[in-house]
T-cell receptor, first 114, second 112 residues
Framework: EAQVTQNPRYLITVTGKKLTVTCSQN?????MSWYRQDPGLGLRQIYY???????DKGDVPEGYKVSRKEKRNFPLILESPSPNQTSLYFC?????????????FGPGTRLTVT | KQEVTQIPAALSVPEGENLVLNCSFT??????LQWFRQDPGKGLTSLLL?????REQTSGRLNASLDKSSGRSTLYIAASQPGDSATYLC???????????FGTGTRLQVFP
């Protein structure tokens, strides 16, 4: 089954404790991205990757890091989480960037930073 | 800077009604516009994508239109069903970027 998986689905952590949210897709897609969703603000793109070793900032990259060492994986790293990073995070993949109808989203990771 | 707005924020209708969801964008130089559906606790499902050269796209009971000159897109849902209850999001992609700018969504409830 074609899918994007994220782990963990729920995470409660404390300020400053480094964490990684994993994202994996099994469709051999070149394009992957991370979004955060906040009430009243909609989804905002954090980072995206056009292919292995190619990443670029989205609209809200501050406080986040990503890496793309393998085509299937695109982890999101929070080196020093802060309460304003409490949010619902989505990973997405597509074979042809944002112009493709085949946008696949993961189920989301709800992160709470206290 | 592209901004996308969706009105209304929430909508509740009886089953069987035809309804229209609205999406507005500030920069008319868009490459395409997409409509998504989001169910509670789940990710987004892509519904329709309209390229800048197109005026509308249809899929089953869904029809999306695009008017770049007025900065508007509409999603028409015919003969609504309780299973259509979800949040509907539109997103615009501008030229020379791979960024999708999302609206804040319309939460739709269709009651029997």
């Amino acid at each position: 089954e074609a899918q994007v998986t994220q782990n963990p689905r729920y995470l409660i952590t404390v300020t400053g404790k480094k964490l990684t949210v994993t994202c994996s897709q099994n469709m051999n897609h070149e394009y992957m991205s991370w979004y955060r969703q906040d009430p009243g603000l909609g989804l905002r793109q954090i980072y995206y990757s056009m292919n292995v070793e190619v990443t670029d900032k989205g609209d809200v990259p501050e406080g986040y890091k990503v890496s793309r060492k393998e085509k299937r994986n695109f982890p999101l790293i929070l080196e020093s989480p802060s309460p304003n990073q409490t949010s619902l995070y989505f990973c997405a993949s597509s074979p042809g960037g944002t112009g493709s109808i085949e946008q696949y989203f993961g189920p989301g990771t709800r992160l709470t930073v206290t | 800077k592209q901004e996308v707005t969706q009105i209304p924020a929430a909508l509740s209708v009886p089953e069987g009604e035809n309804l229209v969801l609205n999406c507005s964008f500030t920069d008319s130089a868009i490459y395409n516009l997409q409509w998504f559906r989001q169910d509670p606790g789940k990710g987004l499902t892509s519904l329709l994508l309209i390229q800048s050269s197109q005026r509308e796209q249809t899929s089953g009971r869904l029809n999306a239109s695009l008017d770049k000159s007025s900065g508007r897109s509409t999603l028409y849902i015919a003969a609504s069903q309780p299973g259509d209850s979800a949040t509907y999001l539109c997103a615009a992609r501008s030229y020379n970027t791979d960024k999708l700018i999302f609206g804040t969504g319309t939460r739709l409830q269709v009651f029997p």
